[in-house]
């Protein structure tokens, strides 16, 4: 593979691309407004994080491909890296923080659960209580940007608060996190994955990290999650697969090397397998 040619990517925006249109804002934080319809047809990623929390709302959002249905009363988790795309419909309201790196490290332990549980479920409904007590800190959050001597001590502050109220109202749908935290083996591999899943397939390489054996790595899959150690590996593949299908021109050949695939034709058939499309039907979808 040529290393040296230049990549084209689905753009990867930066936070300082929405500071135009911003309600308020300062370094490292905007506060948008949604009101009515917006479309964003075409897949992308950002290098920041978002935080959306939707009050009257109907629509689809797309993220990493799963399409969810934006309605009243939610909060959306979107983290950097993830592709998406919405369709909003008119007479939608939402309020909208956008967080790079640096100011999400402040609040970011405030998330009581992996970021891995967010990532699979960036969607969260929200009861009247919790709806309410996330507008207050939203609002308190664009009054202190506009202050005329904002301070971030105090932003920081409400967004942890924020990070708080959101895993609270995660607790009845992350039902794997009860896993991972009752079974810290399965947590450990979670993680394992996303760090060497592009280079290591076999589940006793995993096991091995773990000091366990691969058959009992299988079985603690298949107990808590009903899934199979290599179907967990296998889906973490299959996902990267999609966002480089859709964030890069690079060709299917290349992103098989990329994924350590031996071949194209091996590659294309793990696909398939997965999906029931080819690679190239999926890009061109």
Not at 10 to 28: D, H, S, Y
Not at 201 to 206: L, P
Not at 211 to 231: E, F, G, P, R
Request: with cysteine.
């Amino acid at each position: 593979m040529n290393k040296n040619r230049d990549i084209k990517y689905v753009p990867v925006l930066g936070i300082q691309e929405f500071r135009k249109g911003q309600t308020a804002g300062r370094k490292g934080l905007l506060y948008n407004e949604l009101h009515g319809e917006r479309h964003i047809d075409k897949p992308h990623k950002h290098d920041f994080f978002i935080i959306v929390l939707f009050d009257n709302a109907k629509g689809i959002h797309t993220i990493d491909f799963q399409d969810y249905a934006i309605g009243n009363q939610q909060i959306h988790v979107l983290f950097p890296d993830q592709v998406h795309k919405w369709h909003i419909e008119p007479d939608t309201t939402g309020y909208q923080l956008m967080i790079d790196r640096g100011f999400f490290e402040r609040f970011a332990p405030y998330f009581r659960f992996s970021f891995t549980n967010y990532i699979n479920h960036p969607v969260i409904p929200l009861t009247d209580n919790s709806f309410n007590l996330l507008k207050y800190e939203f609002d308190a959050i664009k009054d202190e940007l506009q202050a005329a001597h904002s301070l971030q001590d105090i932003i920081s502050a409400r967004a942890a608060v924020i990070a708080a109220i959101v895993s609270k109202a995660a607790e009845d749908i992350f039902t794997e996190a009860k896993v991972f935290q009752s079974t810290p083996k399965l947590a450990k591999f979670n993680l394992l994955i996303d760090q060497f899943f592009k280079e290591e397939r076999f589940v006793a390489f995993y096991a091995a990290k773990l000091n366990i054996s691969a058959n009992y790595l299988n079985i603690l899959c298949k107990k808590n999650l009903n899934v199979s150690a290599t179907q967990l590996i296998q889906q973490r593949v299959l996902l990267e697969a999609k966002r480089m299908l859709q964030s890069t021109d690079l060709s299917i050949k290349e992103i098989a090397f990329e994924l350590g695939f031996v071949d194209h034709a091996y590659f294309s058939k793990f696909f398939k397998s997965q999906t029931e499309i080819t690679p190239t039907e999926f890009r061109e979808q």
